[in-house]
């Protein structure tokens, strides 16, 4: 009887395979507006030369000043080794990236030395084991100039959005629902909610970007092809938290599996049709559209940005990766491009004000607290509101 069950557990956790996805910014030109090529070549190098006995296929790819690791492997989350030999591919970027004088070269590697696991330390981090189907289609979604949260709107849109995704009315799989792991990354806490019973719960959350990001997207366990699966991770690292100052915009990354009882292909890339305002932009300060586009397209230049997503399109097999597809390099894209161009050109007017600029509140980590401390010692008391202060506080003690 164990050893039916040791041999389940065995045929189990061989069938079971990790997709690790870990992006960095290690240096860009002339600003942060794009990767050099020959740092991306020298991390692919260090790559192909030291995971022969970790990964069964990676694939390297970038978005303005960020590298990304896609890696495959059977190793599970967490997983030492990967995280390893992706922080040590950054490192031996780095060091080319210093040669050439980039600019910020190293800037996401904010710990000097690899205890083990890859989180906090700087890069963002989405990996999820999975079981892998017949056939195993996944996209992944690259954002620049922004953070986390601004996957909370496109992520709930495949998942949650009958408008959107007409899979959740038709495809009895869908029809379900699924399970949203929403976390508060200023508490440090995470809560899961299922849909459709509680999107209104979902969405008084993740409205607040900044503060609640979906991490993780489950099918329910009543899912009669992939019950209880993981099938969207995001990168939810925000680099202020580590580093204590503004060094970055946190720039996430997302994995979305796709088709058969999933968001199809379509609905997943459908979200990103109407350019939606994200934070980020210039100095990690501003709000602006998120423009879908193609890979030739992923360098910022306009004001840094504007924030943009790219996303490449794979299939999964035996270990080894098919693709990828360049998916919003497609016409049909235009339209949202020409929109987010609009937008740009609106919220630019506005200069130094808000809403284009972000909040105080968000703006605590940048370099303006720094000037506002220069001017404090320079405010007087404003006498009318002083003595209604005084006034109150007689009436309070009355
Ligand atoms: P599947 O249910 O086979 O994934 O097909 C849905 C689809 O792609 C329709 O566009
Ligand atoms: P990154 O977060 O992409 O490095 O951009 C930083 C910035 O300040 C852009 O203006
Ligand atoms: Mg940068
Ligand atoms: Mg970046």
């Known amino acids: 009887m164990i050893k039916v069950i040791k041999a389940e557990t065995y045929i189990c956790n061989m069938a079971k395979v990790t997709i690790s996805h870990i992006k960095a910014d290690i240096g860009s030109l002339p600003g942060h507006t794009t990767v050099f090529e020959p740092v991306v070549d020298e991390v692919r190098k260090y790559i192909r030369e030291h995971s022969s006995s970790i990964l069964s296929d990676f694939y390297i790819s970038h978005i303005g000043d960020d590298i990304q690791i896609t890696m495959i492997h059977d190793g599970g989350i967490d997983n ?33 030395a690899f205890s083990g696991n890859i989180k906090g330390m700087g890069p963002g981090v989405a990996e999820m084991e999975i079981t892998p189907r017949k056939s195993e289609p996944f996209l992944v979604y690259m954002m620049d ?79 009669e092809k992939l019950p209880d699966e993981n099938v969207a991770v995001i990168t939810t690292d925000k680099l202020s938290f580590i580093a204590g100052e503004y060094v970055g915009k946190d720039d996430p990354a997302a994995i979305v599996r796709i088709q058969s009882g999933l968001p199809a292909s379509g609905e997943a890339m459908e979200a990103f049709s109407y350019p939606f305002l994200v934070s980020g932009w210039m ?18 230049t306009r004001f840094d940005g504007p924030p943009r997503v790219v996303c490449l399109g794979f299939v999964l097999k035996d270990g080894r990766l098919s693709g990828p597809v360049d998916m919003f390099d497609d016409p049909a894209f235009d339209g949202a491009r020409r929109k987010a161009g609009e937008i740009a050109d609106y919220v630019r007017r506005m200069g130094p004000f808000e809403p284009h600029r972000l909040p105080d509140e968000e703006m ?35």
């Open 80 to 112: 030492e080794e990967v995280h390893r030999i992706a922080w040590d591919a950054f490192k031996a970027g780095t060091a080319v990236a210093k040669s050439y004088g980039l600019y910020g070269a190293g800037q996401d590697l904010l710990k000097d």
């Open 283 to 300: 100095r990690g300060s501003f709000n602006g559209p998120l423009m879908p586009v193609g890979m030739k397209d992923s360098k910022m």
């Open 364 to 398: 605590e980590y940048t370099t303006l607290p720094k000037i506002l401390d220069k001017l404090k010692d320079r405010f007087k008391e404003v006498d009318s509101v002083k003595k209604k202060k005084n006034l109150l506080s007689t009436k309070d003690t009355d």
């Open 145 to 223: 100039k922004t953070e986390p949260g601004s996957f909370n709107y496109p992520i709930f849109k495949m998942f949650a959005d009958p408008y959107n995704t007409p899979g959740l009315v038709i495809d009895p799989n869908m029809h379900e629902g699924f399970t949203f792991e929403i976390w508060d990354i200023v508490a440090g806490k995470k809560i899961e909610l299922s849909t459709p019973e509680s999107i209104y719960d979902i969405l008084a959350m993740i409205g607040s970007k900044s503060k609640y990001v979906i991490k993780r997207v489950y099918t329910r366990d009543t899912h």
